[in-house]
């Protein structure tokens, strides 16, 4: 080797030795060792050590390096404060959690001490834990701060959940659908949102022993010792499951239910916090039936002329109604099988069904998609309209409605309904007409029609026990005037509309004989004593007679926001008189904010005027302009007396003021004739409709066999007063109006 080798080795040895002596300081060149300072670390918000908080906890941190930076944070939150926790959870870096920002919103468990409390007279369980969150920061080189904590509670409502279907029945099918609502109060009972899960449990009923027993007072057992059932649950699954399976389950498509035995269903909510439903209520969440298969679905029908019919089960006795041929008939109907937890999967329907057994006798097959039938028009003979709805548990109701075709001939000129009720006395006060008085004012009008003869064609309700004319009698005439009183009539019963969701199937209805007949092209005049619930006003029953009244969706009585039953499209004040609100003078008035203020003084009629801006009323010149009331029941000390009060018995139809107050419009056959005067111009029903023509069926020639004579095409005539305390010469008028529009005036 030579010295240029040998001193190559000698340097490589000093410079490995310099770098083994200097290795561990930061500065080659200056060779001075520096030790690493841990950055430090701090809580800026947070919970005040040892707080009860929400499950939701939101904390602020910060801190720094003093010869660095600080790369990241780390943290963790163990259950127990910092001298009651598991050391096991803080041990270890798999147990701690980067972050590199400053704060975080962090959801931690609240599932332990479950408390019962009373907030607004409802009882919730309130759960808690106590949590201990550690934090501490991570420099370039890996040194960790000390750790800072903070303990705190949190604390949480539990979820709850309401079973909703079926409806708390002690029944239900041998196949049961339930379904729940669940909501998670978050700190208050109104701050909800879902709850994270659910899990039911269902079965027989037994004891704590295991002995079938079906009066053991299971909830109660559940809510003192919930750990006796923890294996009988199923397992939880997302309230917000694909497919609704977080809210609803099916018992029976793939198991056997003992059939007349006791069994129960419960459910119960998880929130995220961990938090159960811990408390266990007949009205809520729990659920006890005995499983029957005698029952059956629920199968309402509804036909316009026919009204509504309510069916359960397989009656074999028809419903019988009559009807004049030619009628169309449309038929729809929907039936429930919810009541016992059980869903409807088709219907079929059929005309005269031989054998109901056999497939091939009925119009169609079995469809979870056939809610209606072909329009059918009847002529003549005897016809029975079934239909058959069948439920997923084999369980099925038969509906039949026998309709019998009767004689409509419709050959006579006119017929006059006395269903105005009154009696001879002393006339003192005005305040009604005799019954001959009565009797004597219409009689005079009747006179002047073609061919009427009192003696066959008028019809006295009160001498029938308050009867109405048979279809029969309806059926021979092509215009009817039908006056009638606010009671002791026939006219109510028999214009009586019953909601679709308020038939049942012990309800028998009355077919409304007038709206057929106007439909096939007769013609009619009503009018009478129409306040309080006379009037148009008697298609409500009298528990929703509250006025103003919109008849397409508060003929169940007043809703706000005309939600629900829309059927009062069928009743005949709104199907065939083309009226959508009914109001009275004198009546039950509905109150409430922003509803104008109602009395009698204000409202009361001065008199009636003609509607000038109706187009229709100028196809008729003849017709008088005011119809002023009788100087004989104004003269002072009588009983309207203007000094004294107004005139009420009136019925109003569209009130303006209402119409804009609930943006309602009104039907484009609504045709006003007469309007009133109150007797303030501070009245909102100033200026109000309370007389229509009826143009529906104006186009309508009646529908009559040829040998009867031609039918005439004409409008009908609704009057909401009583005309005999009018000024009698113009309503004479208006008799000879409407009569030679019927074309039956005598020459």
């Known amino acids: 080797m030579g010295k240029v080798g040998l001193r190559r080795i000698v340097l490589t040895v000093v410079f490995l030795l310099l770098v083994l002596n200097i290795g561990c300081s930061e500065d080659l060149y200056i060779g001075t060792k520096k030790e690493n300072t841990r950055p430090e670390v701090w809580l800026s918000s947070g919970p005040v050590e040892g707080d009860t908080t929400n499950y939701q906890v939101h904390f602020y941190w910060g801190g720094w390096d003093p010869d660095g930076e600080i790369s990241y944070f780390e943290f963790v939150i163990v259950d127990g404060n910092p001298f009651g926790f598991n050391p096991d959870d803080t041990t270890g870096l798999d147990k701690w959690l980067k972050t590199s920002v400053y704060d975080s919103l962090f959801r931690v468990t609240a599932d332990d001490i479950p408390t019962n409390i009373s907030i607004n007279n409802s009882l919730y369980t309130k759960y808690q834990r106590?949590?201990?969150?550690?934090?501490?920061?991570?420099?370039?080189?890996?040194?960790?701060?000390?750790?800072?904590?903070?303990?705190?509670?949190?604390?949480?409502?539990?979820?709850?959940?309401?079973?909703?279907?079926?409806?708390d029945s002690p029944v239900l099918g041998r196949v049961i659908t339930f379904h729940w609502v669940g909501r998670d109060p978050i700190d208050t009972p109104t701050n909800t949102q879902d709850p994270d899960s659910v899990r039911w449990l269902w079965g027989l009923l037994y004891d704590t022993n295991g002995i079938y027993q079906p009066g053991f007072d299971m909830p109660k057992d559940l809510n003192e010792n919930p750990w006796r059932y923890e294996d009988k649950w199923q397992s939880w699954i997302s309230y917000n499951a694909p497919g609704d399976s977080g809210r609803e389950t099916t018992i029976g498509?793939?198991?056997?239910?003992?059939?007349?035995?006791?069994?129960?269903?419960?459910?119960?909510?998880?929130d995220e916090a961990?938090?159960?439903?811990?408390?266990?209520?007949?009205?809520?969440?729990?659920?006890?039936?005995?499983?029957?298969?005698?029952?059956?679905?629920?199968?309402?029908?509804?036909?316009?002329?026919?009204?509504?019919?309510?069916?359960?089960?397989?009656?074999?006795?028809?419903?019988?109604?009559?009807?004049?041929?030619?009628?169309?008939?449309?038929?729809?109907?929907?039936?429930?099988?919810?009541?016992?937890?059980?869903?409807?999967?088709?219907?079929?329907?059929?005309?005269?069904?031989?054998?109901?057994?056999?497939?091939?006798?009925?119009?169609?097959?079995?469809?979870?998609?056939?809610?209606?039938?072909?329009?059918?028009?009847?002529?003549?003979?005897?016809?029975?309209?079934?239909?058959?709805?069948?439920?997923?548990?084999?369980?099925?109701?038969?509906?039949?409605i026998e309709i019998n075709i009767v004689p409509f001939e419709m050959g006579r000129d006119l017929f006059w309904v006395d269903d105005f009720y009154s009696v001879d006395f002393p006339q003192i006060y005005w305040a009604m007409p005799t019954e001959t008085q009565h009797d004597q004012f219409w009689l005079n009008i009747c006179?002047?029609?073609?061919?009427?003869?009192?003696?066959?064609?008028?019809?006295?309700?009160?001498?029938?026990?308050?009867?109405?004319?048979?279809?029969?009698?309806?059926?021979?005439?092509?215009?009817?005037?039908?006056?009638?009183?606010?009671?002791?009539?026939?006219?109510?019963?028999?214009?009586l509309f019953t909601p679709e969701s308020q038939v049942t199937s012990g309800t028998h209805l009355t077919v409304n004989y007038i709206s057929i007949f106007l439909a096939k092209g007769g013609h009619l005049w009503t009018c009478g004593r129409s306040d309080r619930g006379g009037g148009l006003a008697a298609v409500l029953a009298p528990v929703n007679?509250?006025?103003?009244?919109?008849?397409?969706?508060?003929?169940?009585?007043?809703?706000?926001?005309?939600?629900?039953?829309?059927?009062?499209?069928?009743?005949?004040?709104?199907?065939?008189?083309?009226?959508?609100?009914?109001?009275?003078?004198?009546?039950?008035?509905?109150?409430?904010?922003?509803?104008?203020?109602?009395?009698?003084d204000y409202d009361a009629l001065s008199f009636a005027y003609k509607d000038s801006d109706s187009e229709y009323n100028n196809n008729f010149p003849a017709l008088p302009d005011t119809l002023a009331l009788w100087e004989e029941i104004t003269k002072s000390g009588r009983f309207f007396d203007p000094l004294e009060r107004?005139?009420?018995?009136?019925?109003?139809?569209?009130?303006?003021?209402?119409?804009?107050?609930?943006?309602?419009?009104?039907?484009?056959?609504?045709?006003?004739?007469?309007?009133?005067?109150?007797?303030?111009?501070?009245?909102?029903?100033?200026?109000?409709?309370?007389?229509?023509?009826?143009?529906?069926?104006?186009?309508?020639?009646?529908?009559?066999?040829?040998?009867?004579?031609?039918?005439?095409?004409?409008?009908?005539v609704h009057v909401g007063v009583p005309l005999w305390f009018f000024d009698h010469a113009p309503v004479d008028r208006i008799g000879d109006i409407v009569f030679e529009e019927w074309q039956i005036r005598a020459e």
């Open 646 to 716: 107004g005139f009420t018995y009136v019925e109003i139809y569209n009130p303006e003021y209402w119409l804009q107050l609930t943006g309602i419009t009104s039907q484009t056959c609504f045709v006003p004739m007469y309007r009133m005067r109150t007797r303030s111009s501070l009245s909102p029903v100033n200026l109000s409709t309370i007389a229509l023509w009826l143009k529906k069926y104006e186009d309508v020639e009646p529908d009559i066999p040829p040998y009867s004579g031609l039918g005439v095409a004409a409008p009908s």
């Open 253 to 270: 498509d793939d198991e056997v239910l003992e059939v007349n035995r006791t069994h129960v269903f419960v459910v119960q909510a998880k």
């Open 545 to 600: 007679q509250s006025f103003p009244m919109n008849l397409r969706c508060e003929i169940t009585g007043n809703a706000e926001g005309c939600t629900g039953d829309t059927s009062g499209v069928y009743s005949m004040a709104f199907k065939d008189y083309c009226v959508t609100v009914l109001d009275k003078v004198e009546g039950i008035h509905r109150t409430g904010t922003g509803i104008p203020f109602r009395t009698v």
């Open 130 to 167: 106590t949590h201990t969150f550690f934090i501490r920061g991570v420099d370039q080189h890996g040194y960790r701060s000390e750790p800072q904590y903070r303990s705190f509670t949190a604390w949480t409502l539990a979820p709850y959940v309401l079973i909703d279907r079926p409806i």
């Open 274 to 400: 961990g938090a159960v439903s811990a408390i266990f209520d007949r009205r809520t969440n729990f659920r006890q039936f005995i499983v029957s298969e005698s029952i059956g679905p629920e199968l309402t029908i509804i036909e316009p002329y026919l009204g509504s019919f309510r069916f359960l089960g397989r009656n074999f006795t028809p419903e019988k109604r009559d009807l004049p041929p030619g009628v169309p008939l449309n038929f729809h109907w929907r039936a429930d099988a919810s009541k016992y937890g059980a869903e409807i999967v088709g219907y079929r329907y059929g005309w005269d069904v031989a054998d109901v057994s056999n497939p091939a006798d009925w119009a169609v097959s079995f469809s979870p998609f056939i809610l209606a039938a072909p329009q059918r028009i009847l002529y003549s003979g005897s016809h029975t309209f079934l239909i058959e709805v069948i439920d997923n548990t084999g369980a099925s109701t038969l509906a039949q």
């Open 447 to 495: 006179s002047k029609a073609e061919g009427f003869v009192e003696d066959g064609d008028v019809y006295d309700v009160s001498a029938t026990n308050y009867k109405p004319p048979n279809i029969e009698k309806i059926g021979k005439y092509k215009n009817i005037i039908w006056t009638y009183s606010i009671s002791d009539n026939a006219w109510a019963p028999l214009i």
